[in-house]
C-alpha cells in the first residue's frame, strides 16, 4: 500500500514526487515505461532550459538531471521499464488501484491513497492528418527524428522539408542544419507560427531557412524513399490554391504537427476530459474529478516551457500530499470558460475557499494579437481583473494570476477573454 504513485518519470512526475516526499508523504513510488527516468528531455539536447526554475541556462538532459539528483535524495520508490495498463479509481474511501507490468515484478496491483498523472504527450503521425502521396521512407515526426540524432546517433536525411512550425519542428530544423543537412523549407498550414518566437528567429532565421506560411503538404512522391514534396499556398478556409505549387527535390519530410497529451489511461479510469485540451479537467490544486487523483504537466495541456511543467506539477505534488494527510480543498466551485479569443484556460475549475494565494491560470490565444487586454469578466458583466499585454499569439502560452479577493467578487462563471485596445 503506498500514500502516493506518481505514472510517469519525465519533469512532471519528478517535479510531483520530490514534491509530495518534501510535504511529508514517505510511501511514494513513481512508475516509468522507459529505461530511464527524464523523459522527453533525455533527447532535448539544446540549451534553453532553467531560465526560471534554476535561473541558469541547462540543456534538457542536464534540466532532468537536475531533478533526478534531487529525487535520488529522497527515499521514493521508482520502477523503471514499467507500463501502467490500468487506473482503478477507489469509491466511497476505498484505495486507488494501479495495474502495471515489468519484467522484473511480473503483473502489479498496486494500491494507493493519491495518484500524479503525469503522462505527458506524443506527436500526431502523418496518418493523424492524412497527408496525400506515396508512402516512401524517410517521412518522420520531429520528435522521432530528434531521438535517432540526438540519443541514437542515426543521420536521417540530407535534403528535409518541414511540415509545421511547432518548437520540435524548428528546433530540429536548426539540429538537421548543424549536422549538415540541408533544409529546404518549414511550411506552416496557418497564417502564424506554432513555435516560440525565440525559435523561429534561432533556427530558421539565423541560418536562413524560408517559412512558408499559409502553404501545406500536398503531395508527396518517391516509392522506396521520398524524391519530391509539392508545397501548395492555402486559402482562408485552408483548402489548397490551384496554381500555386512549389515542388521540392528532397529525401526526408519532418512533421511537426502537433501534440497530444497521453490521456487513455485517464479515460479508461472515467475522469471528466476537456475536448479543447485533451486533458483531464483540473481545478485549482490539479485536482481531477476523481478525488485523489491529480494530473499535471503535459498530460494536462501542452506547455512551451519545462519551468512551467515543473511549477505546476509542484503545485500538484503538494495537494496530492495533502490529500494524503486527510486534508481536502472544499468549498463553493466557480467555473472558468474560454470566452472571444481565447482558446482553453486551465484550471477549469476554481474553489475560491480553497485558495492561499492568487490562482494561476494557463490560456491560449487562438489568434495573434498587439495591444490587447485580457479581460476576466463574470455572469453579470462585470470586469472582476485586466491584463494588459503587447503581444499575444497561438504558440506562446499565457498566464494570469487572480487574486482571491477579486474571485470572490465574481457572481457565476467566469470567462477569460480578449479585447484589442
Known amino acids: 500500500m503506498y500514500d502516493l504513485i506518481v505514472v510517469g ?40 532550459f532553467g531560465l526560471q526554475r534554476f535561473k541558469e541556462e541547462l540543456t534538457g538532459p542536464e534540466y532532468a538531471g537536475r531533478y533526478i539528483k534531487m529525487l535520488r535524495e529522497t527515499g521514493v520508490e521508482v520502477k523503471l521499464d514499467s507500463m501502467v495498463l490500468q487506473i482503478v479509481p477507489g469509491q466511497d474511501g476505498a484505495p486507488h488501484q494501479v495495474h502495471a507490468i515489468n519484467g522484473k515484478d511480473g503483473y502489479m496491483v498496486l494500491e494507493t491513497k493519491a495518484i500524479v498523472l503525469a503522462m505527458g504527450c506524443r506527436e500526431r503521425t502523418r496518418g493523424a492528418i492524412s497527408i496525400p502521396g506515396e508512402r516512401g521512407a524517410g517521412i518522420f515526426t520531429a520528435g522521432a527524428a530528434q531521438r535517432y540524432l540526438n540519443m541514437e546517433g542515426y543521420m536521417v536525411g540530407r535534403r ?70 509539392t508545397v501548395s499556398q492555402v486559402s482562408p478556409d485552408r483548402r489548397p490554391v490551384p496554381g500555386t505549387e512549389m515542388v521540392f527535390d528532397c529525401d526526408t519530410v519532418l512533421l511537426s504537427v502537433g501534440l497530444i497529451p497521453e490521456n487513455e489511461l485517464t479515460r479508461q479510469a472515467g475522469i471528466g476530459m476537456d475536448r479543447r485540451t485533451n486533458g483531464a479537467v483540473v481545478y485549482e490544486n490539479m485536482e481531477t474529478g476523481a478525488p485523489g ?38 468549498g463553493p466551485v466557480l467555473e472558468l470558460a474560454a470566452g472571444d479569443g481565447v482558446s482553453y484556460t486551465v484550471p477549469q475549475h476554481l ?65 477569460l477573454s480578449i479585447r484589442e485596445v
Open 293 to 330: 487523483i491529480f494530473a499535471c504537466g503535459n498530460v494536462v495541456h501542452v506547455h512551451d516551457l519545462v519551468d512551467y511543467v515543473s511549477a505546476e506539477s509542484e503545485r500538484a505534488g503538494a495537494a496530492a500530499a495533502a490529500y494524503v494527510k486527510g486534508i481536502q480543498a472544499e
Open 160 to 229: 528535409v522539408v518541414i511540415l509545421g512550425s511547432g518548437d520540435i519542428g524548428l528546433i530540429m530544423a536548426r539540429r538537421m542544419t548543424l549536422e549538415g543537412a540541408k533544409v529546404l523549407a518549414c511550411v506552416e498550414l496557418m497564417p502564424y507560427s506554432g513555435g516560440l518566437t525565440r525559435n523561429i528567429v534561432q533556427c530558421l532565421e539565423d541560418f536562413g531557412i524560408p517559412l512558408y506560411l499559409s502553404h501545406t503538404i500536398t503531395d508527396i512522391k518517391g516509392h522506396d524513399r521520398v524524391e519530391q514534396v
Open 9 to 48: 518519470g519525465g519533469p512532471a512526475g519528478l517535479a510531483a514526487a520530490c514534491k509530495a516526499w518534501d510535504e511529508g508523504v514517505q510511501r511514494v513510488l513513481v512508475l516509468e515505461r522507459d529505461k530511464e527516468l527524464g523523459g522527453i528531455l533525455n533527447q532535448c539536447i539544446h540549451s534553453g
Open 351 to 415: 474553489r475560491v475557499e480553497a485558495l492561499a494565494k492568487a490562482a494561476e491560470v494557463f490560456f491560449r490565444v487562438n489568434r495573434v494579437t498587439h495591444a490587447a487586454e485580457i479581460l476576466a469578466t463574470d455572469a453579470a458583466g462585470k470586469t472582476i481583473a485586466r491584463f494588459k499585454r503587447e503581444h499575444m499569439a497561438p504558440g506562446e502560452m499565457e498566464r494570469v494570476a487572480l487574486p482571491p479577493q477579486l474571485l470572490k467578487q465574481a457572481q457565476g462563471p467566469l470567462t
